[in-house]
């Protein structure tokens, strides 16, 4: 089962911009749609962006503008460059993976990486 491992969080203050990086323990060359999630306290996970492997790329309305999601097959790495942070975008980012945009995610989720958005 392909494994994921989350970096580039931290604390930082509204407006500013973090790069979130998610390195899958295998090739992720063929998997379709690459995802990044989110999951703030008392809340349910959240699907932020996803990219397919074609470089098509979804976000949710509140993110449109300021994220921005890619991938680079060769380093088995997926990216998400998060720009003009607000406090609603505090929460621990999660990436995996689905075969098809209809199916689950298929990955074993990671530790994730926490975001802080904090004047």
């Known amino acids: 089962q392909v494994q994921f491992v989350e970096s580039g969080g931290g604390l930082v203050q509204p407006g500013g911009s973090l790069r979130l990086s998610c390195a899958a323990s295998?090739?992720?060359?063929?998997?379709?749609?690459m995802d990044w999630y989110r999951q703030a306290p008392g809340k349910q996970r959240e699907l932020v962006a996803t990219?397919?492997?074609?470089?098509?790329?979804n976000y949710r309305d509140s993110v449109k503008g300021r994220f921005f999601i890619s991938r680079d097959n060769a380093k088995n790495t997926v990216y998400l460059q998060m720009n003009s942070l607000k406090p609603e975008d505090m929460a621990v980012y999660y990436c995996?993976?689905?075969?098809?945009?209809?199916?689950?995610?298929?990955?074993?989720w990671g530790q994730g990486t926490q975001v802080t958005v904090s004047s």
């Open positions: 295998e090739s992720i060359f063929s998997i379709y749609v």
């Open positions: 995996n993976a689905r075969r098809t945009p209809s199916w689950p995610p298929f990955g074993s």
């Open positions: 990219i397919t492997t074609g470089g098509s790329a």
